[in-house]
């Protein structure tokens, strides 16, 4: 059973994405396993239990996304902050090379990951 079976309708929220914004996020998964240098200690501080639990998770993330189904509150922030870290690092992620190996504009994609930052978190954020 995969994390998203059987979870309570209440932990999975729905949040309407643009492409561009869905491939952004897509992106910022998919480039960890590419010039970005994903270690276990960042995999961890981005909220995963391993490198290895990273990829394993990082793949129905990106499947998720691509159906436009909702995700979990804490995948929201880990999406986020995975696409914020491999877009803006040069030091572990794709940085300098973004725009190169994803073909999507630098600026546009700042512009896009603020606009993400001020509504996702809205997603993350746990209700009162």
């Known amino acids: 059973?995969?994390?998203y079976q059987g979870r309570a309708d209440s932990d999975l929220v729905h949040v309407e994405l643009t492409d561009y914004e869905r491939r952004v996020l897509q992106q910022g998964l998919f480039q960890w396993?590419?010039?970005a240098s994903l270690k276990d200690p960042m995999a961890i501080a981005m909220g995963f239990s391993s490198k290895a639990d990273f990829?394993?998770?990082a793949q129905e993330l990106q499947a998720r996304l691509e159906q436009k189904a909702p995700l979990r509150r804490?995948?929201?922030k880990r999406v986020l902050l995975a696409t914020e870290i491999v877009f803006m690092s040069d030091v572990v992620g794709?940085?300098?090379e973004w725009e190169t190996v994803?073909?999507?504009d630098d600026c546009k994609t700042l512009c896009?990951?603020?606009s993400l930052q001020a509504?996702?978190?809205k997603a993350y954020a746990v209700p009162r």
Do not use: H, Q, V
């Open 102 to 104: 994803t073909s999507l």
């Open 112 to 114: 896009t990951l603020r």
């Open 74 to 76: 804490i995948d929201w």
């Open 119 to 121: 509504r996702l978190i």
């Open 55 to 57: 990829f394993a998770e």
């Open 1 to 3: 059973m995969n994390e």
């Open 33 to 35: 396993g590419g010039p």
């Open 94 to 96: 794709a940085g300098y």
